[in-house]
């Protein structure tokens, strides 16, 4: 008799191989936000207006 139960293993590891290649590329661009090779430079400036005490009450 013929045994046609194996022989997949080299199939399945192609398949196996580029699936986590797709994974490994969708983090990358995930995690990167799709700016491959730019500086991400950001300058935040925050000023707050200025803020007084207020005035103390007068006395009596």
Same mark, same amino acid.
């Given at each position: 008799?013929?045994?046609? !139960?194996?022989? /997949? /293993? #080299? /199939?399945? !590891? %192609?398949?196996? !191989?580029? %699936?986590?290649?797709?994974? #490994?590329?969708?983090?990358?661009?995930?995690?990167?936000?799709?700016?491959? !090779?730019? $500086?991400?430079?950001?300058?935040?400036?925050?000023?707050?207006?200025?803020? $007084?005490?207020? $005035? #103390?009450?007068? #006395?009596?």
């Amino acid at each position: 008799m013929a045994d046609n !139960g194996g022989g /997949g /293993g #080299a /199939g399945m !590891g %192609l398949m196996v !191989g580029a %699936l986590a290649v797709v994974v #490994a590329v969708i983090g990358v661009v995930v995690f990167t936000g799709g700016n491959f !090779g730019q $500086s991400k430079t950001m300058d935040v400036n925050i000023k707050p207006p200025p803020i $007084s005490a207020p $005035s #103390a009450p007068a #006395a009596k």
